[in-house]
């Protein structure tokens, strides 16, 4: 399903690397209003861990522009 919206979901799921990008990531999705949804999910390969954290639009009004 496209859509044409300009603005954020209410709900997103982060995903990435283990690193500090995505934390960059997460805290960025913070500092715009998001909140944390539930605890991380992390899983790990042998190599590179891969984790993923759920946020969520709470706050009154339309979401962030992208």
Same mark, same amino acid.
């Given at each position: 399903?496209?859509?044409? %919206? @300009?603005? &954020?979901?209410?709900?997103?799921? &982060? +995903?990435? /690397?283990?690193? $500090? /990008?995505?934390?960059?990531?997460? $805290?960025? @999705?913070?500092? &715009? #209003?998001?909140?944390?949804? #539930? #605890?991380? *999910?992390? +899983? !790990? %390969?042998?190599?590179?861990?891969? /984790? *993923?954290? @759920? /946020?969520? !639009?709470?706050?009154? #009004? ?5």
């Amino acid at each position: 399903m496209e859509t044409t %919206n @300009a603005r &954020l979901p209410r709900y997103r799921l &982060l +995903t990435g /690397v283990d690193d $500090s /990008v995505f934390c960059e990531r997460v $805290s960025q @999705a913070l500092d &715009l #209003g998001y909140e944390l949804h #539930g #605890g991380p *999910a992390l +899983t !790990w %390969n042998g190599t590179t861990g891969y /984790v *993923a954290q @759920a /946020v969520i !639009w709470r706050q009154e #009004g339309p979401t962030p522009e992208k």
